[in-house]
């Protein structure tokens, strides 16, 4: 129906596991942390795209770093390039479930790949967490990318609010490590 579904969400320290969607898009995160580093935050999730494949996945972090969750958003046709999105929130909120309509779209319209990070939050994991996160994030791309059949010269990074400052930290760090995106 398209319609917006509020999803009592918990967000800090420890793993993020989604446990399913319904019909209704409907989203539960779980986090494994104790009770009073628990932040209860209403999520707004939206029923992606039809004809978008919508996949959770676990990224390999950087050594000696968690894995990243994230959600891949492939549309039935597709050229070779890829975005990573990146959510809003200040960096201490925010997930990615809240992206799931406009990352569907993106992958639809643009023909793409999107990665939706569920990069670390502060405070629990200050800098350069996030950082580290979606930087694993982009390397994976790139190594997988024959198996993602994508080019990894055709890499993008985006997102919203501190989500942009965080691609363009990104991008900076890559561009230092001689690997800089698409755009």
Same mark, same amino acid.
Request: with cysteine; net charge neutral; glycine share 10%.
């Given at each position: !129906?398209?319609?917006?579904?509020? #999803?009592?969400?918990?967000?800090?320290?420890?793993?993020?596991?989604?446990?399913?969607?319904?019909?209704?898009?409907?989203?539960?995160?779980?986090?494994?942390?104790?009770?009073?580093?628990?932040?209860?935050?209403?999520?707004? #999730?939206?029923?992606?795209?039809?004809?978008?494949?919508?996949?959770?996945?676990?990224?390999?972090?950087?050594?000696?770093?968690?894995?990243?969750?994230?959600?891949?958003?492939?549309?039935?046709?597709?050229?070779?390039?890829?975005?990573?999105?990146?959510?809003?929130?200040?960096?201490?909120?925010?997930?990615?479930?809240?992206?799931?309509?406009?990352?569907?779209?993106?992958?639809?319209?643009?023909? #793409?790949?999107?990665?939706? #990070? !569920?990069?670390?939050?502060?405070?629990?994991?200050?800098?350069?967490?996030?950082? !580290?996160?979606?930087?694993?994030?982009?390397?994976?791309?790139?190594?997988?990318?024959?198996?993602?059949?994508?080019?990894?010269?055709?890499?993008?990074?985006?997102?919203?609010?501190?989500?942009?400052?965080?691609?363009?930290?990104?991008?900076?760090?890559?561009?230092?490590?001689?690997?800089?995106?698409?755009?």
């Amino acid at each position: !129906d398209g319609r917006a579904h509020d #999803v009592v969400a918990h967000e800090g320290l420890g793993e993020r596991a989604v446990r399913g969607f319904d019909e209704r898009a409907r989203a539960v995160t779980e986090v494994d942390q104790p009770e009073r580093a628990r932040r209860p935050v209403v999520v707004r #999730v939206r029923r992606p795209e039809p004809g978008i494949e919508v996949q959770a996945v676990r990224v390999p972090g950087l050594p000696r770093r968690p894995e990243v969750p994230a959600f891949t958003y492939a549309p039935a046709e597709r050229g070779s390039g890829a975005l990573i999105w990146l959510h809003g929130g200040g960096r201490i909120a925010g997930a990615p479930q809240s992206a799931h309509r406009l990352c569907s779209l993106m992958a639809k319209r643009a023909g #793409v790949l999107v990665v939706n #990070v !569920d990069y670390r939050l502060a405070p629990e994991h200050p800098f350069p967490a996030a950082v !580290d996160d979606v930087a694993a994030v982009l390397s994976w791309l790139r190594e997988q990318s024959d198996t993602l059949a994508i080019d990894p010269a055709r890499i993008a990074v985006g997102g919203a609010s501190a989500g942009g400052g965080l691609a363009a930290e990104l991008a900076q760090r890559a561009l230092d490590e001689g690997f800089p995106p698409a755009f």
